[in-house]
């Protein structure tokens, strides 16, 4: 058969409840993220009944650490779900051959007869095993703050097991949304993987920073970053409102886009003006070639209006005036701001 | 989305501010040096504009202040009132921390001693047991790269995972832009020179 198989069952079975436990089955239930829709399928498949245990415990679980887990899972019908998930009592009966899965779906049923039985009683007779807990149970209604837990038909209804039930399914649910924020999530199902991805961006994003953090250090030769805080506002100010719809969405989007640059300054103000007509600001300025938008946002208009160069001009003599007013740059800059400043002021005349 | 923008606010302020304090105090230092305090200047903006709200900011700004040289910097950027708050939490983080390696030294001899008595893994659980052991390894990652992780457990871990993946992002995409800006300044800077 497949000698792989029995692990990832196994694996799955423990871990990954909410996983594509039964992928390899052609059964009921399909490999869903999604918990509900684990026990729906389930429902759907396993069971007719709808008598339900219910069980109370909690709602702060230790964490238990799962050998301590008896009975997992377990199934209603035979035929339907093969034994992929089993409680641990049941080792002898374990899925090491798939090829035994008629007798695994036997052993199965004849649990699962019993505890069928205990449950239509009553959840608190609930597994074989679990009268000394139930007593426990009783005692810690009295407790305040408690997580109303249903344990479905099927399933052992003692805490251990319940408890560990929950913490696994909000594990889950953060595991889902983990999904979401790491990108390329979204095929990995499976704790391990998912971990995986985890570390991988969290290593990557951290690099970064470092990564960024040299890059300002060259590139500032001396951390003087003069400017105001007013004026880091202005620039997500001015992003935010005039772009409303870019917002603050992703990495690379409303914000600066590298390719604009090589248009030349001039195009960045021609774009502060087209768009902040009203403001020459300083700030404003500041903030155009940051907010640069996507191109498809653009009107073809902004790029007309770059004939008040006089204006552009005095921007960017404001700007630079802004930038290194405390000096602090190399001697060299320092030319070329004064060079920079001729060369505008020479452009303005002609 | 409007929390990840007053996030970004918040943080771009906090570190410019900071980094204004970070050149005002020195002048000389060497590439390496101002990499550092940027950095510095980063991570604690990036803890502080969390507010103490979640445990790695906490984790980060505790460490960062285990360094006499940053305490000013650190107060400075978080202002008087949080101070007192801070230390009570950095109090309780610290407990935390020493009841956590009890126990984890505790549960180190413990299953030290039930694994001498134990044959080996059970066959049957073979596959559960790799699959455990895979998890587990690499949880204790994750601890090691979230700050403060070591005294959570897994489900805390998680949540404090995503959040910390929010605010990293928030936090690269700031000095990413502010990158770009000064670099395009100083290109334009250069190219108008020579026109």
Known sequence: ?350 | MHTSSKLTKEFTKKWLKGLQICCSSKKDMDVLERKKKIKLCADIALASAKNATTSWSIALISEAKKNDENEILVDNLLGPESRFKQQNIIRQMNSCHKRVRSKKILKKSCSISQRMKKMGPPKSNLAAYIAKRLVKKRTQVLQRLVPGGESMDEFSLIKEALDYILSLRVQVDVMRNLANATEVLNQSNSSNVFD
């Open chain 1, 1 to 350: 058969m497949n000698p792989q198989l029995p692990n990832t069952l196994q694996q799955q079975c423990f871990y990954n409840p909410n996983d594509h436990m039964f992928a390899n089955h052609s059964a009921l239930v399909k490999p869903d993220p999604g918990m509900d829709e684990y026990w729906a399928g389930l429902h759907a498949g396993a069971f007719c009944d709808d008598q339900l245990g219910y069980g109370y415990m909690n709602p702060n679980p230790v964490a238990q650490p799962v050998e301590t887990d008896q009975a997992l899972f377990l199934q209603g019908n035979s035929s339907s779900v093969s034994a992929s998930v089993s409680p641990k009592k049941r080792k002898s009966q374990s899925l090491q051959v798939v090829s035994d899965k008629e007798k695994k779906t036997k052993g199965c049923s004849e649990g699962d007869s019993r505890i069928t039985h205990d449950q239509n009683s009553n959840s608190k007779e609930a597994s074989n095993n679990t009268s000394s807990k139930d007593k426990s149970k009783v005692s810690e209604v009295q407790k305040p703050d408690y997580i109303h837990v249903r344990a479905r038909r099927g399933q052992a209804t003692d805490s251990h097991s319940l408890a560990e039930r929950v913490r696994r399914e909000k594990i889950s649910e953060r595991m889902k949304y983990l999904q979401d924020l790491v990108p390329g999530c979204n095929k990995i199902t499976g704790k391990a993987g998912m971990l995986d991805e985890i570390i991988n961006y969290v290593q990557s994003l951290q690099k970064q920073v470092e990564f960024l953090s040299m890059k300002l250090a060259t590139v500032n030769p001396e951390l003087d970053f003069n400017i105001d805080n007013a004026f880091a506002k202005e620039i997500f100010q001015c992003s935010t409102s005039e772009f409303p719809a870019l917002g603050c969405s992703s990495t690379n989007s409303a914000y600066f886009q590298l390719n604009s640059m090589d248009q030349g300054g001039v195009s960045y103000c021609g774009l502060d003006m087209g768009i902040n007509a009203a403001e020459m600001g300083l700030r404003r300025s500041i903030s155009a070639p940051i907010s640069i938008p996507d191109q498809t946002f653009l009107d073809s208009s902004c790029y007309n209006q770059m004939q008040p160069s006089g204006v552009w001009d005095g921007d960017i003599q404001n700007l630079y005036r802004m930038e290194y007013e405390q000096e602090t740059l190399i001697p060299f800059q320092s030319h070329q701001f004064t060079g920079s400043n001729e060369g505008i002021n020479m452009k303005t005349e002609t």
